[in-house]
């Protein structure tokens, strides 16, 4: 049986992305090893469109959204690939040329905002400094689109509270402040890297809806970064569903959600607990821990840790294939094309 196999995600609209990313691939280089954070990740974002990226702790999620804008750490780098915004490669940029890009076309929301908001500059400098720069703003037009965009976000009493630090406002609002700041200057795409992880559930779904709405207000795309497939539902159009530095399986929300192809993506959506009313049921629990990303052997990397898994599954590494429109899976057991010889189990289950 004959089947597609595509490098990378793609739609009837590539032509049309906003973002292109080929190939990617981050190596992080220690005394211990290379340790192969991203490899060869590949996907595209369109204008509007709002992207998640799920997995573990440690499945390479964060490192490549860092990676799009060239924000990698020591002893990281960028070994390999294309980031294509507009058809221009950001990684062949210099960082001149990239500080035109960082916060006006690509703007970034972190999961801390203590730590990414500058204790010691009140909040009206914070948000006033880029869109002086990027939009030519005099200073106080930059005041009063700070004041202003406060009030999108729903901080009550803007006019006060923009002359506030960072450690004058609680947690949520601090969160709504780095929203504001990755808007201020009506970026094209916004990287927002686990931005609920600190905040209790409640904040996180007005985060959620917020971001939500605001990005649909202004058209600008989002690269969503959470562990949380819950908060999927709520926000993204499209998952990638990440494992050891891959992208795994790419689709629509609602296609993952109700016809997942990968045992991992199946996994994840076990573990999420429901409140139905009726008797609980025990959650399920993904065996064993995420590979040591220095390991180079063959096959693919979630076989140890998968119950369906096949003597093929140690051999060969699966390349994403299509499932259905718009949705591909890199799995030898989901895939219609695996040669029923090779469903030979191998933890024998």
Known sequence: MSHAVLERPETEAATDALLDVRDLQVRFFTRRGIVRAVNNVSFQLHRGERLAIVGESGSGKSVMTMSLIKLVAHPGRITGGEVLLDGVDVLKLSDRELNHIRGRRISMVFQDPMTSLNPVMRVSEQLMAPMMRHLKLSKQEARARAIEL?????????????DAFPHEMSGG???????????SCKPDIILADEPTTALDV?????????????????GTSVIFVTHDLGLVARFAQTVAVMYAGRIVEYGPVREIYNNPQHPYTRGLLASIPTATGE??????????????????????AFAPRCSAAVARCTRE???????SPGHLAA???TDPATSPTEVVHVHGN
């Open 317 to 323: 590494r699966p390349a994403l294939t299509t499932r």
């Open 150 to 162: 406060l009030g999108q976000v729903g901080i009550p009493a803007p006019d006060l509270r923009v």
């Open 173 to 183: 609002m601090r969160q709504r402040v780095l929203i504001a700041l990755a808007l």
């Open 331 to 333: 799995c030898w057991v």
């Open 202 to 218: 409640t904040i996180q779904a007005q985060i959620i809806v917020l971001l939500k709405e605001l990005a649909e207000k202004a």
């Open 279 to 300: 008797k609980a049921e025990r959650l399920v629990q993904i065996p064993g821990a995420p590979p040591d990303l220095r390991d180079t052997s063959d096959g693919c």
